[in-house]
């Protein structure tokens, strides 16, 4: 099977530089050109499986594809960016200002401090993974396509990969595409951010 991994396009909230996780934001107009762009460069043989997190931007992000292949896609909650609680809708200043304890903790140990309200790390880790497990369980397609966030991609970067690659320094970029071939629960890497 080939797995198409793709991180959705830009939102407003990027460029403001804020912490959004499970805030439901749309796309910009520069991320709907992003996934319509994403589904001209894809191009898919054999039968494919559709799946997106459960929120807006990834939806936006992989309706052009369906759209072009003409097939229903599957939301899945397990597939939602990590929630940053309190720090939602705050950018870095104003975290710094408004929690100064809490943003120094999470700078010293990002994946084992948890913010104020925040989903920990080792939670959102085992959600995506739990999705995971079940959605290949269940795909018998050729092709998997799952639009998803930035550290939704790195948690199955790493588990896919068994790397102990940095975290941080895992690059899915927005309205991009990683290509992998999965055989035999063995993955090989065909393509990054294309």
């Not at 940053?84 to 401090?113: C, H, N, R, T, V």
């Not at 790390?121 to 998997?144: D, E, H, K, P």
Request: with cysteine; proline share 4%; hydrophobic share 40%.
């Amino acid at each position: 099977m080939k797995l198409y991994l793709a991180r959705h396009g830009e939102t407003p909230l990027n460029l403001q530089h804020k912490f959004y996780g499970t805030l439901d934001v749309g796309l910009t107009t520069k991320g709907l050109a992003q996934a319509q762009q994403l589904a001209k460069r894809i191009k898919l043989t054999g039968t494919t499986t559709f799946c997106c997190s459960g929120q807006l931007r990834a939806q936006q992000t992989l309706m052009p594809l369906v759209t072009k292949y003409h097939q229903p896609f599957q939301q899945q909650a397990a597939f939602n960016e990590k929630g940053f609680g309190a720090w939602e809708g705050l950018d870095a200043d104003e975290i710094q200002a408004g929690y100064p304890k809490a943003w120094q903790a999470w700078l010293a140990a990002p994946l084992s401090y948890t913010p104020p309200q925040a989903e920990s790390f080792v939670q959102f880790q085992q959600r995506v993974l739990a999705g995971w497990q079940q959605l290949l369980t269940t795909t018998t397609t050729t092709n998997l396509v799952l639009i998803a966030h930035l550290g939704t991609l790195r948690v199955l970067d790493q588990y896919l990969f068994a790397s102990d690659a940095v975290f941080w320094d895992i690059r899915f970029n927005a309205g991009q595409y990683t290509v992998i071939d999965w055989q035999n629960e063995q993955a090989t890497l065909l393509a990054r951010n294309v």
